[in-house]
């Protein structure tokens, strides 16, 4: 009987192991599912702020191009002055 009751406790202990290396797999896979979650949501986010630093750019381009319009044509209307005088 003490032989049997050896072997019972071994089973156990084997079936508890087992038991925990499914809970862990569940977890993992549970974790698994949710960083893949996240890492769509950061896409997205990275994807957006790429596209609000390109429509920055482009627009500091066009005031910059169009400041220099207006210093060139202040510079063109003061030439002007000066040549009537």
Known sequence: MKKFKGIDIEEQNI???????????RGIDELKISLKKEDATLKIAADQTAFYLLSSKSRIRKLTLSLLKSQLSL???????????
């Open 15 to 25: 079936n508890n192991g087992l038991d925990k290396l499914a809970e862990a797999t």
């Open 75 to 85: 510079k063109l209307v003061l030439l002007k002055s000066k040549l009537l005088l």
